[in-house]
T-cell receptor, first 111, second 114 residues
Framework: ELKVEQNPLFLSMQEGKNYTIYCNYS?????LYWYRQDPGKSLESLFVLLSNGAVKQEGRLMASLDTKARLSTLHITAAVHDLSATYFC???????????FGTGTRLTVIP | DGGITQSPKYLFRKEGQNVTLSCEQN?????MYWYRQDPGQGLRLIYYSQIVNDFQKGDIAEGYSVSREKKESFPLTVTSAQKNPTAFYLC????WGQGTYEQYFGPGTRLTVT
C-alpha cells in the first residue's frame, strides 16, 4: 500500500516568514495533489503535479514534485494570516484512481 | 453551476440505526468516492466507484455500504455494524481513464451517533 507522510504536522509561523511543507511517499506515483482545508469545511484543490520537476505557483504558494526522490514540497512565501488552514498532499497510485492522503499540516500564521 | 452536493450537512442518529448520506454530482464524472475524516486526521477511503453498477471497497469499508444506480449519484449507508460511525464524511468525484484524475470534493456531512 502506498504510504504518504507529511511534515511538519503542526506549523506556527509569523506573518512575513517563509516555510516549506514536505510530502514523502513510499512507492512510484505519476501524480500528486495539494489541497487546503479550512476548519469544518471541505477540501479545496490547490495544485495538480503530474510530472517530475513540475512546479506550480499561485500567489504565495508554490508546489514542486520530484518523482525520483518521491518528494513534493509546498513552499509558503511571506505568509499572511489568510493562509492559516490545514494542507494535505494526496498521491495517486499508478494505474488506479485511488488517492492516498497524508495526515495534513495544520498551519497557523501569527500576526 | 457544476459541482458536488452532499446532504444533509449535519446528521444525528441513535446507535443501532442505519443512516444514508446523499452525494450528487453534475460534473459528468465517471468516478465517485467516499472518504471518512476523523478529528485531526487525514482522509481514509471507504468505497469508490468507477462506473455505474460497480464499486470497490477502500481501506475501511467494514460497516458501510454503497450503491451506484446512476452516474450522478453515489449514496453511502452507514450501518449499525460500523463500530465508531461519528465522523466527517466527504464525497468526491473525478474523471476516470483520462485527464488529471483530480478529485473534486463536496461540502461534507458531519455525522454524530450517540
Amino acid at each position: 500500500e502506498l504510504k504518504v507522510e507529511q511534515n511538519p504536522l503542526f506549523l506556527s509561523m509569523q506573518e512575513g516568514k517563509n516555510y516549506t511543507i514536505y510530502c514523502n511517499y513510499s512507492t512510484t506515483s505519476d501524480r500528486l495533489y495539494w489541497y487546503r482545508q479550512d476548519p469544518g469545511k471541505s477540501l479545496e484543490s490547490l495544485f495538480v503535479l503530474l510530472s517530475n520537476g513540475a512546479v506550480k505557483q499561485e500567489g504565495r504558494l508554490m508546489a514542486s514534485l520530484d518523482t525520483k526522490a518521491r518528494l513534493s514540497t509546498l513552499h509558503i512565501t511571506a505568509a499572511v494570516h489568510d493562509l492559516s488552514a490545514t494542507y494535505f498532499c494526496a498521491v495517486g497510485q499508478t494505474g488506479a484512481n485511488n488517492l492516498f492522503f497524508g495526515t495534513g499540516t495544520r498551519l497557523t500564521v501569527i500576526p | 453551476d457544476g459541482g458536488i452536493t452532499q446532504s444533509p450537512k449535519y446528521l444525528f442518529r441513535k446507535e443501532g440505526q442505519n443512516v444514508t448520506l446523499s452525494c450528487e454530482q453534475n460534473l459528468n464524472h465517471d468516478a465517485m468516492y467516499w472518504y471518512r475524516q476523523d478529528p485531526g486526521q487525514g482522509l481514509r477511503l471507504i468505497y469508490y466507484s468507477q462506473i455505474v453498477n460497480d464499486f470497490q471497497k477502500g481501506d475501511i469499508a467494514e460497516g458501510y455500504s454503497v450503491s451506484r444506480e446512476k452516474k450522478e449519484s453515489f449514496p453511502l449507508t452507514v450501518t449499525s455494524a460500523q463500530k465508531n460511525p461519528t465522523a466527517f464524511y466527504l464525497c468526491a468525484s473525478s474523471n476516470w481513464g483520462q485527464g488529471t484524475y483530480e478529485q473534486y470534493f463536496g461540502p461534507g456531512t458531519r455525522l454524530t451517533v450517540t
